[in-house]
């Protein structure tokens, strides 16, 4: 371990280990094992007191937590056939960060696949739950049937983005860009800004965008 040199007079931390005063502290020879230790403890509490700052735009970290699922579970692939880059997509209901989400996709040609993310989903709140027909929620589409206005009531967050597989293996975009249905509900963004920042699980989390 590196010695740390803690220059001068410290009295928050020199009470501690017993030094009366700054002569005291001098006369004894300065800094002490004890006092290294209590600024050690101290800068490591402040430290960690501090608010973890994430660097990955939220609404990406929302679709590579989703995009993983979706790896992990088989239900999609970068090994793909021509009749699968055309097929039927699907919907799965999972626990993104702690919470009932959403994860859908749909292929959409030329291997890419429209992703998308509801993030803290309750279906009990959601108004076209329980309608009939084209009106009743699939769980297949980008963002929910319901109006935007009632977002708040089941929904903390949306996203949707592609998924690039026939020219590499990349979540399309970087930081914002190319992912949309974006929402977030009123305080959901502190909540996942303090989501530790996932790895792609075989493919990168930024890439360009192509039309």
């Not at 970290?61 to 979706?70: A, D, Y």
């Not at 088989?74 to 960060?97: D, M, P, Q």
């Not at 929910?144 to 690039?164: C, D, I, M, N, R």
């Not at 026939?166 to 249905?181: A, H, V």
């Amino acid at each position: 371990m590196k010695s740390i040199f803690i220059p001068g007079f410290i009295p928050g931390f020199a009470h501690l280990c017993g030094f009366t005063g700054q002569k005291h502290y001098r006369m004894m020879g300065g800094a002490s094992s004890c006092l290294t230790g209590a600024y050690l403890r101290y800068t490591y509490k402040v430290a960690n007191s501090q608010p973890h700052t994430a660097t990955m735009n939220v609404h990406r970290k929302l679709l590579i937590l989703g995009i993983n699922q979706l790896l992990e579970k088989g239900l999609i692939r970068f090994e793909y056939t021509e009749e699968e880059s055309r097929g039927a997509g699907g919907y799965i209901t999972t626990v993104i960060a702690g919470e009932t989400s959403i994860v859908n996709w749909d292929p959409v040609g030329s291997g890419e696949l429209r992703i998308s993310v509801w993030w803290k989903f309750n279906i009990d709140n959601h108004p076209q739950a329980n309608l009939n027909g084209a009106q009743q929620e699939k769980f297949l589409t980008s963002s929910p049937l319901a109006k935007s206005q009632h977002y708040p009531k089941f929904v903390g967050a949306t996203a949707s983005g592609w998924l690039e597989r026939e020219r590499g293996r990349y979540l399309m975009g970087k930081g914002s860009e190319s992912i949309f249905e974006k929402y977030l509900r009123k305080g959901e963004k502190q909540v996942l800004e303090m989501v530790p920042t996932p790895a792609p699980n075989g493919y990168k989390a930024e890439g360009k965008f192509i039309f």
